[in-house]
C-alpha cells in the first residue's frame, strides 16, 4: 500500500512558479512510476508529466518546457516545478503511482488528493 499526499497548490499570478510536491509513503514506492494529472473544471483529469523510477521524464505537450518533474527517492518525493504558469493551466493537481504503458500512458495503482492551482490573469 502506498499513500500519497499533494501540497504546494496556491494562487499565482500569469507567469509566475509554483512547486507541488508529492510525499509517498508505504512499501515500494521508489520503484513505481510517478505521474502528475491535472484536471480542470469540467474536463476530463489528464496526464502532464510521469517520472519512471529510473528518472526517465516525459510531458505534455501544453506543459513541454515549463514543468519539469523529479523526484528524490531517498525522501520518497516527487516534485512538479511548474513555471511560466497560464490562466489555462489553473485545475486540481494530483499525484499518482503506477505502471508506464508508453510514453504517456500511466495506470495509476494510487492517488493522492489532490491540490488547487489557480492562475490569475
Known amino acids: 500500500q502506498v499513500q500519497l499526499v499533494e501540497s504546494g497548490g496556491g494562487l499565482v499570478q500569469a507567469g509566475g512558479s509554483l512547486r507541488l510536491s508529492c510525499a509517498a509513503s508505504?512499501?515500494?514506492?521508489?520503484?513505481?512510476?510517478m505521474g502528475w494529472y491535472r484536471q480542470a473544471p469540467g474536463k476530463q483529469r489528464e496526464l502532464v508529466a510521469v517520472?519512471?523510477?529510473?528518472?526517465?521524464?516525459n510531458y505534455a505537450d501544453s506543459v513541454k518546457g515549463r514543468f519539469t518533474i523529479s523526484r528524490d527517492n531517498a525522501k520518497n518525493t516527487v516534485y512538479l516545478q511548474m513555471n511560466s504558469l497560464k490562466p489555462e493551466d489553473t485545475a486540481v493537481f494530483y499525484c499518482a503511482a503506477g505502471t508506464l504503458i508508453s510514453a504517456m500512458t500511466l495506470r495509476p495503482t494510487y492517488w493522492g488528493q489532490g491540490t488547487q492551482v489557480t492562475v490569475s490573469s
Open positions: 517520472i519512471t523510477g529510473g528518472g526517465s521524464t
Open positions: 508505504g512499501s515500494s514506492s521508489s520503484f513505481y512510476t
